[in-house]
């Protein structure tokens, strides 16, 4: 049995491309409209053989809830650092910042959490991370 | 940047893993307890290398909620008749029977959406699948 994808319900396509794209570095695999169903749906990965976030997005939007049942979709970073600085030039919160060199979490543009990890060795702390306090929950 | 799992949180482990092992076929890669924080973490998944599924079982146990912006996990299995026959025989409810030998959705112990595609062609239709009805959501 092989793990294919995590699907997430967006309101906010472009926006949510851009996080995942720009702001984590994964590739937009495919992305195919169904004119009659009137939604879209969006792979998001390293490449096809690869377990992908899918991302549907109904062309008539409605308010989705949010648990917490479900947790969190966690991703391994070359430089932790970088991330955070990229994603904080978009605008992202880090809401919990990479303090330890090891860690951090954001909200994607739909409110899930998503944690950031550090390959490897966890990196030299080092401002303006070292001091950052967290924001909100995640 | 790798995706690395999805967490959920459980208040059932055992019935979890049994559900992600015998009923999926994933392996059970680690399972550590952290006493002073009073929680577990279960990590399921092909192997070490592949994205995986993370359980985290707080001892002292609370209610959680289900939101509709998390939307699923899925899976591609060699095949999906025997896959739901095994968690049928388990007891688990096949919510969307695979009628078109391509597609089945179920319920893990939380509640989580769990995806099964056929993997390459579908199979061939087959009773009891093709007749079997929709039950609830999914």
Redesign the interface.
Known sequence: ?????????TNYPEESINFYTQG???NLLSKRDFEQGRFSLIFL??DEN?????L?HNWDERE???????????????NIYK?CEQLQSMGVAILRPPRDGHMAFVKDP???SI?I?Q?GESLPVQEPWASMENQGSW
């Open positions: 049995m092989k793990y294919l994808h995590a699907m997430i319900r984590l570095g994964l990965g390293e690869s377990p992908m976030i899918e549907t989705y809830s949010q648990g917490d049942q479900f947790g969190h979709l966690a991703f391994r970073s070359e991330v739909n409110g899930i944690e990890l390959q």
